[in-house]
């Protein structure tokens, strides 16, 4: 069993930037892919971003490419998401999750989940 706890959300005006992080207790996770998604109210939850367990492999999804960044530090079993020029649209709670191959985390999300992080966006 994998225990993620998310942190680094907030508020923050429209052009700036946040750094989320994922830390997982419970099991190492060099061996996992390991991916971000987010729900804005009202709406479904959907793939932001995902990397593979070496780190070498990243996928995102078309409007967070060239402003968030997914990296990941396996000795400290953490995972981060660096999110810059934001949006309103970006607005939603964000949720990290674990297990799968970037292909799967992206269409299907990991097995293992997160409570999410508040993000805040304001214009």
């Known amino acids: 069993q994998v225990h993620l706890v998310e942190s680094g959300g907030g508020l923050v005006q429209a052009g700036g930037s946040l750094r989320l992080s994922c830390a997982a207790s419970?099991?190492?996770?060099?061996?996992?892919?390991m991916g971000w998604f987010r729900q804005a109210p009202g709406k479904e939850r959907k793939f932001v971003a995902a990397?593979?367990?070496?780190?070498?492999?990243?996928y995102y999804e078309d409007s967070v490419k060239g402003r968030f960044t997914i990296s990941r530090d396996n000795a400290e079993n953490t995972v981060h998401l660096q999110m810059n020029s934001l949006k309103p649209e970006d607005t939603a709670v964000y949720f990290c999750?674990?297990?799968?191959?970037?292909?799967?985390?992206?269409?299907?999300?990991?097995?293992?989940w997160g409570q999410g992080t508040q993000v805040t966006v304001s214009s």
């Open positions: 419970g099991r190492t996770l060099p061996s996992y892919g």
């Open positions: 990397i593979s367990w070496s780190g070498d492999s990243t």
């Open positions: 999750t674990a297990r799968g191959t970037v292909q799967w985390i992206s269409t299907h999300g990991g097995d293992y």
